[in-house]
């Protein structure tokens, strides 16, 4: 075999680089494998299940491990690394000083007033308590981090004054600024604290599709308002964006959240008008809430833009309705059970759940969970896990959720569109929720006819895709 494997002592990189390095390596002609990845237990593990030879390492080293059909085309990837490398290397500052080690050192050499935590889960608390006791506010966007640990940070962080956004919090905006997955957003007068990163994401992408914009998004974590962590974090974030002087109307998001958390944030003395999108059995799907928001701001709800399956593809009922009547609620319509003829395969929890409660039935895999995780990019990043889970697909339909913005896959429809072709074409029906706006770097009119060109049915609605899905698997 034409194997390179290298370890490279106390060279480091982020896993979002890597996984990238990877990928760009993997798409070169006769390259059958590469891995580029911190040498953790669980990588050097995968190397050697994947038939390398990988020499003794630790976690701090960088493993290479590559394999090509040619000695030529080992070379000419040996030779890309480097230029991967080289290019996703840290950029180096100007001052003389040596950088800092803690979070605490560097909130000192840079006045710095929130910090972003972005380590593995098991390394996370340290981190985050380090930005705490330095009165910093501070978004963990690391996931797998113990619950206990959640708690005790957010109730040092309210005895210190500042707020901790995550665990797990994959999306926020500060005063303009976005932070881990985040769309190109308008300014504008909506506040926005959600327990849901994609779920944020799509209400102020449709809210940004009619011309409102935010003010800030303030994510808390999808467990805040669960009956262990009891909204603390959503209590702080919604108070604070109260006192703000730029917000005149505040969106509460979340995942299904604790009934007796979601009752005492509802009730909470707030001098701003707050619209609620707290996802459950007959509860306001987040299109639903968005057009609250617009209602409520006075301006007019727009069509959603959608692109219907290309006639032409085979079994892609085209034909079909692209919208189902609707209450305004996510929930059962009455129609009969599409069971196992329905697959969700999503990245987003929230558009997960979502999904679901609209379809009413059908089976749901949110890759994104902490499960699919450990050890490897966000799904919205390695679209590898869902890309293998649609080529297993052999009949029936599939709803998918594609997620734009900073962070996220650059160019997702370049992966995505020809595995959607090939399920088309071999009978499946796939409906695509495209969520972002016009201003992300992927662009989403591009992106859509993309994916819709492949054959897909695409949205910029989720609770939409879903119900065209709901219809197409009740035939």
């Known amino acids: 075999m034409n194997d390179l494997v290298e370890v490279r002592p106390g060279v480091y990189r982020d896993s979002v680089t890597l996984m990238r390095v990877s990928r760009a390596l993997t798409g070169r002609p006769g390259v059958t494998v590469a891995v580029v990845a911190m040498a953790t237990e669980l ?38 690394l480097e230029r991967q ?4 290397a840290p950029a180096s500052g100007t001052r003389g000083d040596a950088p800092p080690r803690t979070v605490r050192s560097a909130a000192r050499a840079f006045e710095a007033s929130l910090a972003l935590v972005s380590v593995p889960g098991e390394h996370a608390f340290a981190e985050a308590l380090d930005a705490v006791e330095a009165g910093l506010s501070v978004m963990i966007f690391s996931d797998n981090v113990p619950v206990e640990q959640e708690i005790l940070l957010k109730d040092r962080a309210r005895a210190r004054g500042v707020l901790v956004m995550g665990p797990d919090c994959g999306t926020a905006v ?26 944020a994401q799509q209400v102020t992408s449709l809210l940004d599709l009619a011309g409102a914009g935010v003010s800030h998004v303030l994510g808390v974590g999808g467990r805040d308002l669960s009956a262990e962590v009891g909204g603390r974090s959503a209590v702080q974030a919604l108070r604070a964006l109260d006192e703000d002087p730029a917000t005149e109307l505040i969106v ?23 619209v609620t999108a707290l996802l459950g059995p007959g509860q306001d799907d987040l299109t639903t809430a968005a057009e609250k928001v ?19 593809r085979p079994h892609s009922a085209a034909h079909a309705p692209a919208h189902a009547p609707r209450d305004g609620a996510a929930g059962r319509d009455g129609a009969a059970e599409p069971g196992e003829a329905l697959r969700g395969l999503y990245a987003g929890g929230t558009l997960c759940a979502e999904a679901g409660l609209v379809a ?21 990043i390695d679209p590898a896990l869902r ?12 709803l998918m959720d594609v997620v734009l913005g900073h962070g996220s896959d650059p160019d997702p429809a370049s992966w995505l569109a020809p595995v959607i072709r090939d399920a088309v074409n071999r009978g499946v029906a796939v409906v695509v929720a495209v969520v972002g706006t016009d201003g992300d770097p992927q662009g989403l009119r591009a992106q859509a006819a993309r994916l819709n060109e492949a054959g897909a049915a695409v949205f910029t609605s989720n609770a939409a895709a879903a119900r065209h899905a709901r219809l197409l698997a009740d035939g």
Request: glycine share 12%.
């Open 43 to 80: 990588n050097t593990g995968l190397a050697r299940d994947l038939g390398f030879a990988v020499p003794p390492a630790t976690p701090g080293d960088l493993l290479v491990a590559v394999r090509a059909s040619s000695p030529g085309e080992l070379e000419d990837a040996a030779a890309e």
């Open 85 to 88: 490398l080289a290019a996703r």
């Open 174 to 199: 500060v005063g303009g600024a976005g932070l881990g997955f985040a769309n190109v957003l308008r300014p504008g007068p909506v506040g926005v604290v959600a327990a849901s990163g994609t779920g």
């Open 252 to 274: 509460l998001i979340s995942k299904p959240p604790a009934p007796e958390v979601a009752r005492a944030v509802r009730d909470l003395d707030l001098a701003t008008p707050v």
């Open 294 to 312: 617009l209602r409520a701001l006075g301006r007019e709800v727009p069509e959603w833009p959608s692109w219907p399956a290309p006639a032409n």
């Open 360 to 380: 009413g039935a059908g089976e749901f895999t949110d890759f994104g969970d902490d499960s699919f995780t450990r050890g490897r990019a966000h799904p919205m």
């Open 387 to 398: 890309l293998e889970a649609l080529r297993r697909v052999a009949s029936g339909v599939v």
